[in-house]
């Protein structure tokens, strides 16, 4: 069983930084993905930036230059660092952990989400 659990959402202006934690828990292979993605009222869970454990990492576009991803594989955590941030950041965040690489797809593990809004 894994538990992620998320934390540092909040109520940002627009061209604020908010940073973003999540701490995994349980049975974690040494090989793994997490990532970070958000999900805005009304539409689909998309990716926002993904970190392998052995450091690779993918962006959305709409992200990139703006937010960076960051782990520390000796404690199961996962950061995102959001800078310049729009009211288009507005969403849920998800922190979500795969078995395995790859930067593009969702494992089945997710943490309870927490809040982002970006006010302009």
């Known amino acids: 069983q894994v538990q992620l659990v998320e934390s540092g959402g909040g109520l940002v202006q627009a061209g604020g930084s908010l940073r973003l934690s999540c701490a995994a828990s349980?049975?974690?292979?040494?090989?793994?993905?997490m990532g970070w993605y958000h999900q805005a009222p009304g539409a689909q869970r998309e990716l926002v930036a993904t970190m392998t454990s052995g450091g690779r990492t993918g962006y959305a576009d709409s992200v990139k230059g703006r937010f960076t991803i960051s782990r520390d594989n000796a404690k199961n955590m996962v950061y995102l660092q959001m800078n310049s941030l729009k009211p288009e950041d507005t969403a849920v965040y998800y922190c979500?952990?795969?078995?395995?690489?790859?930067?593009?797809?969702?494992?089945?593990?997710w943490g309870q989400g927490t809040q982002v809004t970006v006010s302009s």
């Open positions: 979500n952990l795969r078995t395995g690489v790859n930067l593009n797809s969702p494992g089945p593990y």
């Open positions: 349980g049975s974690i292979f040494s090989s793994n993905t």
